[in-house]
Every structure is written in structure tokens, then in C-alpha cells.
């Protein structure tokens, strides 16, 4: 079965600090791994995808296939990256559905 | 370009009585899909719309469930009659298709849905 863990509800850090949110997944076939992210009275959006290997907004996420991870990172937290964040796996070159995990809801302190 | 749009915004209804969201894609997109989240829980899938054909309605939780695309343009799921489970955020996104590479979901704003 296709699942996704965020084992973090809450997570709250400083401003600069580094922040990592974490995600694990369990898919048959070939997943292609998504971060979405929704800030406070805005719509789910894209972050980015593993396929794209780029960075958005300064965060990276790295698929691990031999740990099914693919933990979202960034070096220094800025205020305005307050939001929900989900992990989302879907099927590569492909438009079916995606998974969402729970979703982590990051905090930056001041 | 306008973005994926939903309508209504928010919905307060009485359990028993019927409710039709409405979802407009973004021009030219084939794939629709809705998904939503009930209280406390992850966003699930519902169903996916190729066109005006359902692709996978795998996630539609019972028959009060009923979604349609004609015309393969906007869609619309309506709730009949609805319980108190029912109330949650409903979302629909689209996509292009394009079967050489991954394609990127684009969300509406969700519809939220409140049943008394």
C-alpha cells in the first residue's frame, strides 16, 4: 500500500536556525516524491519535486531510496516560512493521484 | 492565467440536505481531480477526471458521493443527503496531461464544507 509518515505535528524553530522536516514513504512502482506547502490564507502549492532537483525558497529535499526518505531541508529559517507542509509521493510520468502525508506545521520564532 | 477556481467558498448546511461544490480547472487542462480533508486528518483522494471520464474514483467514500464533469470543462460533486462526517475542506486541482513527464497538480482554494 502507498503511505507517507510526517512524524512531526508541530515543529517550531528560531529564525536562522536550520530546519528539517521529515518524511517517509512506502510506494510500489516508481514514485515521484512532492513537497506542498500552504500558507496561511493561501491555497496548497507546489515546493518542489525530487525530479527537479532544485531549490525553492532555499529548501532542498533529498530522495533517499534505501531509506525511503525524502526529508525537506533548509539551512536558515526565515519568519515567512510559517506554514503547513505536506510530503506527497505520486505515480512518475504519470497524472495519477497523490498521497499526502499529515502534514507538518512549521513554526518560526523570532 | 487564472488559477484553479472553487465555488462555493464555504457551504453551512443541516444534515439531510443536499450540496454541490463546483470546480473550475485551469483552461486546457484535461486532469481534474478532487480531493479533501475531514477534521484531524490527511488530505485523501476522492477522484481523478481525464476529460469528461473518471479515471480513478477509487477514493469516493459511498454512493452520497456523486461527481461529474460534462463537457470534460468544470466539474461538480454533489453530496446527497449529507451526514455529519461530511464536513471538511474540499479541494480541486488540476493538471495537464503529458505522458513524458510528471505533471504538477495546481490546487483551487478548497471549498469548506460544514454539516449541522
Known amino acids: 500500500a502507498q503511505r507517507v509518515t510526517q512524524p512531526e505535528k508541530l515543529l517550531s524553530v528560531f529564525k536562522g536556525a536550520p530546519v528539517e522536516l521529515k518524511c517517509n514513504y512506502s510506494y510500489s512502482g516508481s514514485p515521484e516524491l512532492f513537497w506542498y506547502v500552504q500558507y496561511s490564507r493561501q491555497r496548497l502549492q507546489l515546493l518542489l519535486r525530487?525530479?527537479s532537483r532544485e531549490s525553492i525558497k532555499g529548501f532542498t529535499a533529498d530522495l533517499n531510496k534505501g531509506e525511503t526518505s525524502f526529508h525537506l531541508k533548509k539551512p536558515f529559517a526565515q519568519e515567512e516560512d510559517s506554514a503547513m507542509y505536506y510530503c506527497?509521493?505520486?505515480?512518475?510520468?504519470?497524472?495519477?493521484?497523490?498521497?499526502f502525508g499529515s502534514g507538518t506545521r512549521l513554526s518560526i520564532r523570532p | 492565467e487564472a488559477g484553479v477556481t472553487q465555488f462555493p467558498s464555504h457551504s453551512v448546511i443541516e444534515k439531510g440536505q443536499t450540496v454541490t461544490l463546483r470546480c473550475d480547472p485551469i483552461?486546457?487542462?484535461?486532469?481534474l481531480y478532487w480531493y479533501r480533508r475531514v477534521m484531524g486528518k490527511e488530505i485523501k483522494f476522492l477522484l481523478h477526471f481525464v476529460k469528461e471520464s473518471k479515471q480513478d474514483e477509487s477514493g469516493m467514500p459511498n454512493n452520497r458521493f456523486l461527481a461529474e464533469r460534462t463537457g470534460g470543462t468544470y466539474s461538480t460533486l454533489k453530496v446527497q443527503p449529507a451526514e455529519l462526517e461530511d464536513s471538511g475542506v474540499y479541494f480541486c486541482?488540476?493538471?495537464?496531461?503529458?505522458?513524458?513527464?510528471?505533471?504538477?497538480?495546481?490546487f483551487g482554494p478548497g471549498t469548506r464544507l460544514t454539516v449541522l
Open positions: 525530487h525530479i
Open positions: 483552461s486546457g487542462h484535461d486532469n
Open positions: 486541482a488540476s493538471s495537464q496531461a503529458d505522458r513524458w513527464r510528471s505533471t504538477t497538480q495546481y
Open positions: 506527497a509521493p505520486g505515480e512518475y510520468s504519470s497524472a495519477s493521484k497523490i498521497i
